[in-house]
């Protein structure tokens, strides 16, 4: 069932490129497609390019988790800091950060720093938000009993509200994680010299469309694992809470 409508949706694409009705730069064949997918996987330079991106992605996004799950922690069992910080939170997460993106070239230069920069400051959101979320909803019942059989603060932090709170802190990570994707993709495509957002706009210039889908596809694949490196870290970890079937 998962393959019925990408494989009709590739049947009409793949109809319509034979055709000759829809010109090649818009609509290439897909076996113009998986012949540029099998150059990018054989050449080392294109997939230095793909490698660069990732490292980009993951940078960022590591140092939004390192930073947005203790904050978000914090914000969730603090009133004091729920009220300091969250005005700003909400004031500043519908501001689009690519637009910041000059201010970072300027600041940081055209290199990795200005776009792990902004991956990170893309990530922090969702990851405070949801971890902020997770610790507002652990049982109190839980925390009393913690804080009567003598656990310090600390203890009841790491050995109560993180394990309770943890699916929430997976959610934000599924969220950010594409997000980190995204933005890298846009940064490199508007101001870099490598990356696979370089190699879209190579491409774009030399109206190479099925390179540039099979730099899409590429993207699609790393988001694809990526997600489910995600998601087996949970059930490693989070091992007392499975995912449930969404239908039985």
């Not at 300027?106 to 969702?126: N, Q, T």
């Not at 405070?128 to 009393?144: E, K, S």
């Not at 600390?154 to 929430?168: R, S, T, W």
């Not at 190579?202 to 190479?208: K, M, T």
Request: charged share 15%; hydrophobic share 60%.
């Amino acid at each position: 069932m998962p393959i019925v409508l990408p494989g009709l949706a590739l049947l009409a694409w793949e109809i319509a490129a034979r055709s000759g009705s829809i010109s090649r730069i818009v609509c290439p064949s897909l076996l113009a497609i998986a012949r540029e997918l099998g150059t990018f996987a054989i050449r080392s330079d294109h997939l230095t390019e793909a490698w660069i991106s990732l490292y980009r992605a993951l940078a960022g996004f590591a140092v939004a988790a390192l930073v947005g799950v203790p904050l978000g922690l914090a914000l969730g069992r603090s009133p004091i800091a729920a009220r300091l910080v969250e005005p700003l939170l909400s004031a500043t997460y519908p501001i689009p950060k690519i637009a910041l993106f000059p201010i970072f070239v300027f600041a940081l230069g055209i290199g990795s720093l200005s776009k792990v920069s902004l991956v990170f400051l893309e990530c922090l959101y969702p990851i405070v938000i949801n971890a902020a979320q997770g610790a507002r909803a652990v049982n109190r019942v839980v925390v009393w009993s913690a804080r009567n059989m003598g656990a310090s603060p600390i203890q009841i932090l790491g050995k109560v509200v993180l394990p309770a709170a943890a699916p929430a802190v997976f959610a934000g990570f599924r969220v950010a994680l594409p997000v980190a994707l995204i933005v890298v993709i846009i940064t490199e495509m508007i101001g870099s010299a490598d990356g696979l957002g370089y190699f879209v706009m190579g491409a774009l210039a030399d109206l190479r469309t099925d390179r540039l889908l099979a730099a899409v596809v590429v993207t699609a694949a790393l988001g694809w694992a990526l997600d489910g490196l995600v998601v087996a870290s949970r059930t490693r970890l989070i091992f007392w809470e499975r995912h449930e079937t969404y239908f039985n």
